[in-house]
């Protein structure tokens, strides 16, 4: 048994297909298929169950595959404490980010820290807060950008900033003429949401709820820039998160309003999430501290007296 099979076992049980788990590997899929085989013969088990049109692990494979994504892990934080030992800016980082951040939080940081950290490799992902914390916890993602707090185990959290929710209108709606809006005004409109599984839909619940607000069943977004659009033609309102309001582009946005809440405003709190026993903190602190330059530097944001709850929509 070594290492590269376990590899090649955990590229199958992620992507569920032979041709794509070789092309992750670098190998050609004859070589794959052997080595899994190999594998397969020195462990005295079936692990992949092979049909027509679909590819899966079986329950011992399941078992395994487990075993080895911490081993992998475990490898590859030995490779990279070597690599950091004397420059812990330098080698490389796995991040996620959820997606109502990443699109709008990448454009301002990607590039002053590649500058600032020349020797740091970050690879990005964008997946779903579910998703995120199980990839910290096998060890496939380093560390998390996402709304917090989060009660997990094992986690430490470096606040990066505090960002007001804004009601987003049609600019023919009446909010359109107010300078500001109170919780209670978003009583009896109608809400665009996001489906199942963003967090952030949890959060603008949570806000609306107080109010009564009722959701539009028939229509759920799969990202904010949707949830736009569909303001854009007046069938609802949303809730919209500072950073994502693109304030260089309001005029090609001028069927839209945004309006800030009277305060204390409704705010998500963002957060970096990693290992409590990752070998990287002071690579973590770092990228932390520069994202919070860049944020306070861009957005002028202030912490608001009230912070949301984050809903993980189990």
């Known amino acids: 048994m070594n290492l590269r099979n376990l590899e090649y076992l955990a590229a199958i049980d992620e992507l569920k297909h032979f041709r794509k788990a070789a092309e992750k590997c670098f190998v050609s899929q004859p070589t794959l298929s052997g080595q899994l085989k190999k594998l397969e013969a020195e ?87 579910e998703v995120m914390l199980k990839k910290l916890s096998e060890g496939t993602l380093d560390a998390g950008i996402l709304a917090v707090p989060l009660e997990m185990r094992g986690l430490e959290e470096i606040i990066l900033y505090t960002e007001p929710f804004y009601v987003a209108a049609n600019n023919q709606h009446p909010f359109a003429a107010k300078l500001s809006i109170k919780i209670e005004d978003l009583q009896d409109e109608t809400l665009l949401l996001l489906e199942e599984g963003h967090c952030l839909r949890g959060q603008v619940m949570d806000v609306c709820s107080q109010a009564m607000t009722k959701e539009r069943k028939d229509f759920q977004g799969t990202s904010l820039e949707t949830i736009r659009h569909m303001v854009s033609t007046g069938i609802g309102i949303t809730l919209i998160p ?47 501290a520069s994202i919070q330059s860049i944020i306070q530097k861009e957005f002028l944001l202030k912490e608001t007296v009230e912070v949301l709850p984050v809903k993980l929509n189990r």
């Open 43 to 129: 462990i005295g088990a079936q692990l992949v169950e092979r049909t027509t049109r679909n590819v899966f692990l079986t329950p011992i494979g399941e078992e395994i595959v487990k075993i080895a994504r911490t081993i992998l892990a475990e490898v590859a934080s030995i490779e990279d404490l070597v690599k950091t030992h004397s420059d812990p800016m330098s080698g490389t980082v796995n991040i996620g980010l959820i997606p109502t951040i990443a699109p709008y939080l990448l454009p301002l940081i990607v590039q002053p820290i590649n500058q600032a950290y020349p020797q740091l490799e970050i690879i990005l992902q964008e997946v779903q807060t």
């Open 242 to 288: 500072q950073t994502a309001i693109d304030y260089n582009n309001l005029i090609q946005n001028a069927s839209i309003k945004y309006i800030p809440f009277k305060n204390p405003a409704p705010a998500r709190r963002v957060g970096l999430l990693f290992r409590k026993t990752s070998n990287r903190k002071v690579c973590f602190q770092k990228l932390a």
